[in-house]
């Protein structure tokens, strides 16, 4: 009996330690597949040393459990798919690499889930092609072609420059394909006007230097658009999105018209836009919002959680040399913050002191990154951390606000500033 309950201590103690080194920082895995019940299998690829993923470990029972909650913890994306984890799990040992007949499967998991560069090889069969045909796929899915929401009129000498060519605009993760200026004779020389639903939304002059005509245009629509999303993504725009998806995943568009309106699923797009987050990781957002879905909507919260989800997505553009650069407060600070948010009838807002003080200490951080010619990224908790944004956006909107546990836990930070509470600071 004794040896039975030792030789039990001994293997739990054996799955721990192993657990804990293919966890850490160096070896984490990419993705882990679970059949929801009894098999996990954690896949790993590195495009120096393997022609494919690897089976990096594998597990069944209690240990497959232990492995999904590990990478849970640690940011790792959790795959449900029943025959792709059996399959993987009975043909194939730990340390081997994936065989072709599951290649295009595992590349559309990871163009779904995971962001890493990919060099292009010669090989068209090779497992970084198809993933970067995955990926492309995946883009095309998700672009638009609005030509009648959008339209670019420019003077005659300009048109002579552009009028053969299209502007594709990437913007918040969705490609806008096929806009073209129109000739207007009435405009000036050098003159563009841009109409968003007939409206006119930005109005200026080409400036003749090394930038292109056509580039600028680009760059002003590019700018136009960022400030008109909510007049871009309207309600038809998501019917849009949902029949082409529901194609290749019709439960989730059914879960989703299940549990919110249109009009629900603009508003949470919406909120990342507002904080220029790309929405192109539409079905990773979706599968959130549906998983939160059951009950009364606090859209707040299921924001959080998207923007959880998608935290990769977040920080991607901010990165330097893949490292995310970052400034944050130190925590006496952030509870003197949290304190002075003052509940009213229109809702909570930061005592007017602490808006000052705030402002005054985040400038100070800004002008380090600017010297630094690094984007700034304030990471605040959780709590408040939407509120605490428009704070901030008072003072510059450029700055992103960022919590915690949207960096993926394998992402390199450098705290390049911690900002310490004033002593003279005594609001309450």
Known sequence: MFQKILDKYIFSWVETSKLKNIFSEKNKPDIILTDKNNLAVALKYDRKSMIAPVIMEKGKNTYAQKLV???????????????????????????????????????????????????????????????????????????????????IEVSSNIFGIVNKKYLNINIYG?????????????????????????????????????????????????????????????????????????????????????????????????????????????????????????????????????????????????????????????YEFIEKINANFINSENGKYLNEKYVKIVHESISKAVEIFKNKNLRPVLVYGQLNRKLFKGVVDKLDREIAVISASEIPGDMKVEAVEILKLPESTTPS
């Open 69 to 151: 909650s590990s990478g849970s913890s640690n940011n790792i994306p959790i795959v449900e798919d029943k025959e792709l984890v059996n399959n993987l799990f009975s043909s194939l040992k730990t340390g081997q690499a994936i065989i072709p007949s599951y290649w295009v499967k595992i590349a559309r998991l990871y163009s779904k889930h995971i962001n890493f560069d990919i060099v292009k090889e010669k090989n068209k069969d090779s497992f970084e092609e198809i993933f970067e045909t995955q990926r492309q796929q995946n883009q095309e899915l998700f672009s638009l072609s609005l030509p009648q929401k959008i339209k």
């Open 174 to 330: 969705f490609l806008l394909n096929n806009v073209k200026a129109e000739e207007n004779k009435k405009l000036e020389n050098d003159e563009y006007h841009i109409y968003i639903n007939g409206l006119l939304a930005r109005n200026g002059k080409i400036i003749y230097t090394f930038i292109e005509p056509y580039e600028q245009l680009n760059i002003y629509l590019t700018e136009c658009l960022r400030f008109h999303y909510k007049q871009l993504i309207g309600r038809d725009e998501i019917v849009y999105f949902l029949d082409q998806i529901r194609e290749n995943y019709p439960i989730l568009v059914s879960e989703i018209l299940k549990y919110y309106t249109v009009g629900d699923v603009r508003k949470i797009l919406h909120g990342l836009m507002e904080e220029n987050v790309s929405i192109q990781n539409i079905i990773m957002i979706l599968e959130t919002m549906a998983d939160s879905g059951d009950g009364e909507h606090n859209f707040d919260l299921i924001l959080e959680n998207v923007r959880k989800a998608i935290g990769r997505d977040i920080c991607y553009p901010y990165l330097c040399d893949n490292v995310l650069n970052v400034f944050t407060f130190e």
